[in-house]
């Protein structure tokens, strides 16, 4: 587990306030899985002082390079956009686990809400490859928002829902959810916590389907060694995202 | 070759003799299970437990951490695994290792601390306790200990009558005289001090015009506060009898050396390891070339030097 310092191999604006930045891979880095993640540290000089969690988006390893798809909210994605070929960033990674899932599962839901499409992207090219089925619902909050479908692997079908309509249907991801219950064996989801929530209610009064959600807290370290990313569960109990997860069944957080 | 070699407990009955002088600080290395996976924990100069308390505690609501200008508060709420699966869990495997072994503990009350005192007493593998009094006192209303040099010095007394290891006491920096706790603490028996825990904070999100922190308030760490950090080491080790250890912002090999020289005899690194987990082991690396490059032959001779 070693911070390195990588070479910036791209780093474009591919929509709406979306980058795509290709980091060079390293030998780690070539064992990471889908769902793990890595810390990036925008800045040395303490400004901003943490490393910022970003899920690993693909791993080329043909072309050697990894990827990370990140929204510009705040300071530390404002410097990473500034990031341009050549330019060095330091990372710790991979960290945390792959998405699990049962090898005798034929048909997958995947649900990305927003700027959580970024993990899933990678988990479909894996299940297509695996000879999975692979319907992916993507919510976004309007036409400009949505990740370029084309950079989807063909074999996924695809479904979008905007909240104004302007691409897809019109209305919230969840809503779909329970076309495909008589058809899905295990479904995977990462987006805002309400996403997760309106998912568990749904999901959890028909038959009983394995539902792993990515979840997020904010990170200190990435490693386990800060207790800062702890999320309940229905029991009360805490578990560290950055080494438990981030990937959890619906039902343990929220019952 | 360079002595880094040092004792934090001159006094007492038990020495504690740490193979250099840098340890890592509670609660932000878990109990070094994680690291000791990838690193040679000891070739620290000692490590330091989550701060442990006799219940386990699941912890504040999030959010648990909100960064500030080069600063970071928490308020993870003591989320621990309890002194019993910390004696029967952690004990174990820290007996494998040589590393010096140090727990931190805190109590509600002040018999909880000589409770918690007395069940780690039997442990060879445990080299001596930090007891942390920066915490409510919930029998007096929830003031902290620590902010009373006499309820400090009353925990201090129970303590040592469950133990004959070394006793370090970590204080907090905002008290009304550093001073007059530390003679208060040396007094009652304490081995050695930690200069200090975090600074209380907090920050309001103005769009919810709310606390940020899932539990309103915390402790600021990191950067921002070392130079206070610098000037609270300073003030105690000039009445000092005790060795000093500094705890605050010490993210750099020269931070480390500055501590030192202002009367440290020993540093903590805390944030520092969540911004690069080699952080600890590349500043005893530091200080050595430090001490090479400045005709140092024994890291105790800077300590203090600074102090007039
Ligand atoms: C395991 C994990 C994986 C992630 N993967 C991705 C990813 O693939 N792509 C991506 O764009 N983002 C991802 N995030 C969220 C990302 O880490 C934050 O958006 C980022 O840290 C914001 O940094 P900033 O300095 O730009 O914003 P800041 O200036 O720190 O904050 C700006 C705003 O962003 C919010 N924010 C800060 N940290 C987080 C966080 N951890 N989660 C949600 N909101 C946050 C703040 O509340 C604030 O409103 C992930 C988070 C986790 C925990
Ligand atoms: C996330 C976090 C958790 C902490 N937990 C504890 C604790 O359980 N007990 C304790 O005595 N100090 C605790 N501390 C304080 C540190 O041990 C240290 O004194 C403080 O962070 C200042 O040092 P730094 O600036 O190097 O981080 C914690 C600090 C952080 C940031
Ligand atoms: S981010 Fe530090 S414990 Fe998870």
Avoid at chain 1, 241 to 250: A, D, H, N, Q, R
């Amino acid at each position: 587990m070693k911070n390195v310092a990588l070479k910036v191999i791209e780093n474009n604006q591919i929509y709406k306030n979306t980058f795509l930045l290709k980091i060079e891979l390293n030998n780690s880095l070539t064992n990471a899985q889908p769902g793990q993640f890595i810390m990036i540290y925008t800045s040395l000089n303490f400004e901003p002082l943490l490393g910022r969690p970003m899920s690993i988006h693909r791993v080329n390893h043909d072309k050697k390079y990894f990827s990370i798809l990140y929204n510009v909210v705040g300071k530390g994605t404002k410097l990473l956009s500034n990031k341009i070929n050549g330019d060095i960033i330091n990372v710790l990674g991979p960290l945390g686990n792959a998405i699990p899932f049962k090898k005798e599962s034929m048909n997958f839901l995947l649900i990305a809400g927003g700027i959580g499409i970024a993990p899933l992207i990678w988990f479909a090219d894996k299940l297509i490859a695996s000879n999975k089925n692979v319907v992916m619902l993507i919510g976004a909050q309007n036409k400009d928002s949505v990740f370029p479908l084309n950079e989807i692997d063909q074999q996924v079908e695809i479904e979008v829902m905007t909240d104004d309509g302007s691409l897809g249907s019109k209305g919230l991801v969840t809503e779909k959810i329970k076309h495909y219950m008589e058809w899905v064996d295990e479904i995977s989801l990462c987006g805002p916590e309400g996403m997760f929530q309106s998912a568990n209610r749904i999901i959890g009064t028909s038959k009983q389907i394995p539902a792993y959600a990515l979840f997020e807290k904010e990170m200190a370290c990435g490693i386990g060694i800060c207790y800062g990313c702890a999320i309940k569960d229905k029991d009360g109990k805490p578990n560290l995202i950055c080494t438990k997860g981030p990937s959890f069944e619906l039902k343990k957080i929220y019952g | 070759m360079v002595n880094l070699s040092i004792n934090l407990n001159k006094s007492g009955k038990q020495d504690l003799i740490l193979p250099n002088p840098v340890l890592v600080a509670s609660g932000t290395f878990s109990n070094a299970l994680e690291l000791s996976k990838y690193k040679d924990i000891d070739h620290l100069g000692g490590i330091i437990s989550k701060g442990t308390t006799i219940n386990a505690r699941s912890g504040n609501d999030s959010p648990r951490i909100i960064e500030t200008p080069s600063g970071l508060i928490n308020s993870i709420g003591f989320q621990n695994i309890g002194i019993n699966s910390f004696i029967r869990d952690i004990i174990p495997i820290w007996g494998k290792w040589k590393v010096p072994a140090i727990v931190n503990i805190m109590g509600n009350t002040i018999p909880e601390y000589g409770i918690l005192a007395k069940k780690l007493d039997k442990f060879n593998s445990i080299d001596a306790l930090e007891i942390n009094i920066s915490c409510p006192n919930v029998e007096a209303g929830g003031i902290e200990f620590g902010q009373d040099p006499k309820q400090a010095a009353n925990v201090i007394q129970e303590v040592k009558k469950h133990t004959e290891k070394p006793c370090i006491v970590k204080v907090s920096p905002i008290v009304s005289n550093i001073q007059e706790l530390t003679k208060a603490l040396q007094a009652n028996g304490a081995d050695a001090i930690t200069v200090s825990n975090t600074y209380p904070a907090m920050e309001i999100d103005i769009n919810k015009r709310k606390p940020t922190l899932g539990a309103k308030f915390g402790g600021l760490s990191g950067p921002a506060v070392k130079s206070m950090t610098i000037r609270n080491v300073y003030s105690v080790y000039q009445v000092a009898t005790i060795p000093i250890i500094a705890s605050g912002g010490i993210m750099h090999t020269e931070d480390a050396i500055e501590a030192m020289m202002a009367g440290a005899s020993a540093v903590q690194i805390g944030t520092a390891t969540y911004l690069d987990p080699d952080a600890p082991w590349n500043i005893i690396d530091g200080i050595e070339t430090w001490c090479k490059n400045n005709v140092i032959n024994d890291i105790n001779d800077i300590v203090g030097c600074a102090v007039e």
